[in-house]
């Protein structure tokens, strides 16, 4: 049983290669994507190198760095409960404490959703200071 099992998983995919269009086309845009990222990851390194250089750094300390603007960010959305109810940067910013305390749990793929996080509760903060709140009171 075993044996027949592990001949149709070979059956799926013939020399390692995907058996549909679909995995195919998923599998080219994984490798752009991370092409991309790569380069964007050796620009962003340059532009911090050389700025942490001018500060008088020899290198760049992400880990410092990170808990600094992670405690700025968690007390001025503290300071936005104060004004209206708002646990989407709440939960972004526990999550993100978990994850500087737990390094040796957290994964990449945790990070990025961190990362998307982040950037849909700013987006969230735009729409309600755009659209949502009402400016005639004041």
Excluded at 51 to 71: E, M, Q
Excluded at 77 to 103: K, W
């Amino acid at each position: 049983m075993k044996e027949e099992a592990e001949e149709t998983e070979d059956d799926d995919e013939e020399n390692g290669e995907p058996k549909s269009k679909l995995e195919v086309i998923m599998k080219e845009n994984e490798k752009k994507i991370k092409g991309k990222e790569q380069e964007m990851v050796k620009t962003i390194d340059n532009i911090s190198q050389n700025i942490a250089h001018k500060l008088g750094f020899s290198y760049v300390p992400w880990f410092t760095l990170t808990k600094v603007v992670l405690g700025i960010y968690t007390v001025l959305t503290c300071f936005v409960l104060f004004f209206r109810t708002d646990f989407i940067n709440l939960t972004v910013c526990t999550s993100a404490i978990y994850m500087i305390l737990n390094t040796d749990r957290i994964k990449k793929w945790t990070f990025r959703a961190l990362v998307l996080g982040i950037f849909l509760s700013l987006g969230y903060d735009l729409f309600w200071f755009l659209m949502i709140q009402d400016f005639s009171t004041d």
